[in-house]
């Protein structure tokens, strides 16, 4: 069975009978097989869970017609490893977690079994969702599917990278700086993050919890819109959850965009962009045009302060977060001669470096005598950075930027430079900071080596219905997302 293909058109291919869902999975399973030793893109597959769940996907379809109704029906999944799935490995991808296993299932797991999903396994990442090149990960780094020593992107590389490699039909990832777009534009995929308190965050592993949102990596902008309807809505479980009514985020993709009014951010296109990613960003703002879009220049004044915020900002939330991993309730445990001892015999083996850098830092700028200067500033200068986009979206309905300011970037390139690595996130952590909804999506390729460009679009927050009409309208019209590693 073709692997290469898109979730809608499989599930049209099911539902007509042509081919099973055993049939569909165990493709799959033979590609993870082959494949998964050379890109660790997955960190657990169950086989035999995954073939139970399909045979029961086959005999609804035979039994009951309602299930017809169920979007992902038979359709295999991964999920990233910071994502309570029950019974299943919960690692984080950190040695602190290990033996864990999920104990139950987050919300947007519960979604995916209601709307018939076949869960398959687990994708990598960078240790507790911190990095952007998913080479912090306890489990191992993660290949870039077009060029093996290159990096997937972070922290959801696994995730982009079985989605590119057709390790599995879709994949849930989580964004808290870049953390899905950045990765789909390196590895040449979708990838969507919601607005802020669009899905629930139960059952995600908090690495920030006021900047962390989980959402789809896919083959295409259908396919993104699909798996985005089935993960939404409110949620009880979750204080930031919003209530907003359910949508069909599939119901305007097809439709023109002749006159919707696209802002490109001049603080976006600066001097450090790379030739390429300026170049397939340019023809793409061109093919935007062409399809009677109206482009004007929008100013994001803050921005240069962006990076400093963000960083404050969610190394303070990560150390506050990862107190709970103290050797005593759960994971990882290094006795000491006293409780304090233990403390830092646990965490000592039990993070990896970035994790312990970033939870070092944010104990700082919380810490007394430099909160005010650093924290509360931080919280300050995000209310006018939010500002900016309130202003340019009164001017705007979307804004075109590149998802990154280069291509992916050699294994271990960056690993010895945390400010170099951080950068490499610089045009998508504002999405996050202000909580608005951004997709990436495939623009181009470099010449040498070969490796995708991604063009990042952001809309006001709960605007994905015009987001993904607008991705769709330029997928379309494009032929990037056709385009495969070999």
């Known amino acids: 069975m073709e692997t290469h293909t898109t979730l809608n058109t499989l599930r049209q291919r099911f539902m007509a009978g042509e081919i099973s869902s055993k049939d569909i999975v165990v493709s799959y399973l033979d590609r993870i097989e082959r494949l998964n030793p050379r890109l660790n893109a997955l960190t657990h597959v169950d086989a035999e869970e995954a073939l139970r769940q399909a045979d029961l996907a086959d005999d609804a379809l035979v039994s009951d017609p309602e299930s017809k109704g169920k979007p992902l029906l038979g359709m295999p999944i991964v999920v990233k490893d910071n994502i309570a799935q029950l019974g299943q490995p919960l690692t984080c991808a950190s040695k602190m977690l290990s033996q864990f296993v999920a104990p139950y299932d987050a919300t947007v797991i519960e979604k995916c079994r209601q709307a018939g999903a076949v869960l398959m396994g687990r994708a990598n990442l960078d240790e507790f969702a911190m990095g952007s090149s998913t080479e912090h990960s306890s489990c191992g780094a993660t290949c870039n599917p077009w060029e093996e020593q290159y990096i997937p992107g972070g922290s959801s590389g696994g995730s982009a990278a079985a989605v590119t490699a057709d390790l599995c039909a879709a994949a849930l990832g989580s964004d808290t700086g870049g953390s899905i777009r950045q990765p789909a534009s390196f590895c040449g995929c979708v990838g969507l993050k919601p607005s802020y308190g669009r899905v629930s965050r139960y059952g995600l592993t908090a690495f920030a919890s006021s900047l962390d949102q989980i959402g789809p990596l896919s083959r295409d902008v259908r396919d993104a819109a699909t798996m985005l309807g089935v993960i939404a809505g409110h949620d009880g479980l979750d204080s930031t959850s919003v209530r907003k009514d359910t949508e069909d985020f599939t119901s305007e993709l097809g439709r023109e965009i002749k006159g919707l009014k696209v802002g490109l951010p001049r603080e976006y296109f600066v001097d450090g962009l790379s030739p390429e990613v300026k170049s397939a960003v340019t023809e793409a703002v061109a093919q935007f045009e062409s399809l009677g879009a109206e482009i004007s220049e929008v100013s994001l004044p803050h921005t240069e302060y962006a990076i400093a915020t963000y960083y404050i900002i969610c190394t303070a939330e990560a150390s506050a977060n990862l107190a709970r991993f103290d050797g005593i309730r759960y994971g990882l445990r290094v006795d000491g001669n006293d409780p304090l001892q233990m403390y830092s015999k646990t965490r000592g083996a039990g993070?990896?470096?970035?994790?312990?850098?970033?939870?070092?830092?944010?104990?700082?700028?919380?810490?007394?005598?430099?909160?005010?200067?650093?924290?509360?500033?931080?919280?300050?200068?995000?209310?006018?950075i939010r500002k900016d986009f309130q202003d340019a979206f009164q001017k705007v309905d979307l804004l075109l930027t590149?998802?990154?300011?280069?291509?992916?970037?050699?294994?271990?390139?960056?690993?010895?430079?945390?400010?170099?690595?951080?950068?490499t996130d610089i045009f998508t952590i504002a999405s996050n900071l202000v909580g608005n909804c951004g997709i990436s999506l495939p623009c181009g390729f470099s010449k040498e080596p070969?490796?995708?460009?991604?063009?990042?679009?952001?809309?006001?927050?709960?605007?994905?219905?015009?987001?993904?009409?607008?991705?769709?309208?330029?997928?379309?019209a494009t032929e990037w997302h056709r385009m495969r590693p070999d």
């Not at 944010?362 to 509360?376: E, I, M």
């Not at 291509?407 to 390139?413: I, L, Q, V, Y």
């Not at 952001?458 to 330029?474: I, K, S, V």
Request: proline letters at 6%; zero cysteines.
């Open 351 to 384: 993070f990896g470096s970035e994790v312990k850098r970033r939870v070092i830092l944010g104990t700082y700028v919380l810490s007394s005598g430099y909160y005010d200067a650093y924290y509360l500033r931080a919280q300050k200068v995000r209310t006018l």
């Open 450 to 476: 070969r490796l995708p460009i991604g063009l990042q679009l952001m809309g006001r927050p709960f605007e994905e219905t015009t987001l993904l009409r607008a991705a769709h309208a330029f997928e379309q």
């Open 402 to 423: 590149p998802t990154v300011a280069a291509p992916a970037f050699r294994m271990g390139e960056k690993s010895k430079d945390p400010l170099q690595m951080y950068l």
